[in-house]
């Protein structure tokens, strides 16, 4: 099994950055995929950035975010970033960490805890 903790979050002005990590513990070999996701209250939980830590490490982003949010990893630390600038009061959400890894052929998500941003003058 895989295990994610999240941090970096917090509170941020509008044009405002921050950065969150998520440290991957466990069965790291394992994992193909790690993303980020955010829940906004009363709202779905929706992607914003994936990348493959397999496929040449190719990211993708939610089109509400792209050219604003950059997100990168780190194999020593076995650790995923993302880098979140230009904040936005829709920004507000809770971020999610996400890991699709692979276990004797079956794929499967592990999540972490979540960590709060809010974006607020």
């Given amino acids: 099994q895989v295990q994610l903790v999240e941090s970096g979050g917090g509170l941020v ?22 993303a980020w996701y ?17 496929s040449g490490g ?5 089109d509400s975010v792209k050219g604003r949010f950059t ?10 970033y993302l880098q979140v600038s230009s904040l936005r009061p829709e920004d507000t959400a809770v971020y999610y960490c ?13 999540w972490g805890q979540g960590t709060q941003v809010t974006v607020s003058s």
């Avoid at 998520?22 to 790291?28: E, K, L, N, Q, R």
């Avoid at 190719?58 to 939610?62: H, I, K, P, V």
Wanted: charged share 20%.
């Fill in 71 to 80: 997100i990168s990893r780190d194999n020593a630390k076995n650790t995923v």
């Fill in 38 to 54: 955010r829940q906004a209250p009363g709202k779905q939980r929706e992607l914003v950035a994936a990348i493959w830590i397999t």
């Fill in 98 to 110: 996400n890991a699709v890894a692979n276990d004797r052929g079956y794929d499967y998500d592990s």
């Fill in 13 to 34: 002005q509008p044009g405002g950055s921050l950065r969150l990590s998520c440290a991957a513990s466990g069965s790291i070999f394992s994992i193909k995929a790690m």
């Fill in 58 to 62: 190719s990211r993708n982003y939610a």
